[in-house]
């Protein structure tokens, strides 16, 4: 499979590209700092928000792992609009690194994480922002998409266990009453989606806390 992984320099997307070429797919980082990356891939040097359907159109999947500066969190949005428009009308399948703030908290949907987080939290222009862009993401007409929430703590630098669930929009807590995802465990859920696809769906990852 041809994958395209944009921010793969970054925290989730290093995993993410770990994880693809241990699958042997076939990868391209698409970075504007290639300088970064730690192994030989081909890249795609460019800003997102140049990025043309031209570009991308060689692929089979599309990641989007770009994370927004502080202080410009609505970036999150406009890239993400950004990517589905050019890719819209194309048979590429785009999967977004998403936020858990967009997960419900119940089984009716009635209520999301992003409801519980104060206006005046120092993550919530985050939150909102990529929750906002879900929303967004759902009115770009024909295009292939999948949103993919982790849980609720994110963690970099915890291991790869193996032991993760690929779930539904709802948010998922353990025994313990945690949610937590590794992002060497999230990243590999992401490359089980690859190969067992569920599109144009939002679901989430998680992991055991007792693992990490």
Known sequence: MKIGIIGATGHVGSHLLKAALAQNHEVTAIVRSPEQLTVAVPVLKKDLFDLTTADLSPFDVVIDAFNAPRGKEEMHKSSLIHLATILS?????????????????????????????????????????????????????DVTWTYVSPAANFIYDAPYTGKYQINEDVLVKDEAGKSEVSMADYAQGVMDLIENPQKNIHISIAGNSENY
């Open 89 to 141: 009308g194309t048979p590429v399948w785009l999967i977004v690194v998403g936020g858990a703030s967009s997960l419900y908290l119940n089984q009716e949907k009635t209520k999301r994480l992003l409801d519980t987080i104060p206006e005046t939290s120092p993550i919530h222009p985050t939150a909102s922002n990529m929750a906002q862009s879900l929303a967004a993401l759902k009115e770009v007409p």
